[in-house]
């Protein structure tokens, strides 16, 4: 499995970015992708998850604000990122898991300014 995300930039704070993460090589009939962060203190944190079948879950901070998605093939995740603040200020990452093991993008690069 192989991860590919992309979409980081630097926004003002109130605007929108939206990342996404394509897979490559997928075989499990039941995964959860998902992003990750690691901010400027180095704290790593979960942002939302969402498996194959659609389920979601979101860190109580991005709520509201942020939202996950899969393409219909389910290669792909996305993260539209709305009403951007500075705490939000990190790396990305996307994540993928089969239930056997956990597999790793690169990270992207969001700065949010104020």
């Known amino acids: 499995v192989q991860l590919q995300a992309s979409g980081g930039g630097l926004v003002q704070a109130g605007g929108s970015l939206r990342l996404s993460c394509t897979a490559s090589?997928?075989?499990?009939?039941?995964?959860?992708m998902g992003w990750f962060r690691q901010g400027p203190e180095k704290q790593f944190e979960l942002v939302a998850t969402i498996t194959k079948g659609g389920s979601t879950d979101y860190r109580d901070s991005v709520k509201g604000r942020f939202t996950i998605s899969r393409d219909s093939a389910k290669t792909a995740v996305y993260l539209q990122m709305n009403l951007l603040i500075p705490e939000d200020t990190a790396v990305y990452f996307c994540?993928?898991?089969?239930?056997?093991?956990?597999?790793w993008g690169q990270g992207t690069l969001v700065t949010v300014s104020s």
């Open positions: 994540r993928y898991w089969d239930y056997r093991r956990y597999y």
């Open positions: 090589e997928l075989s499990s009939s039941s995964d959860v």
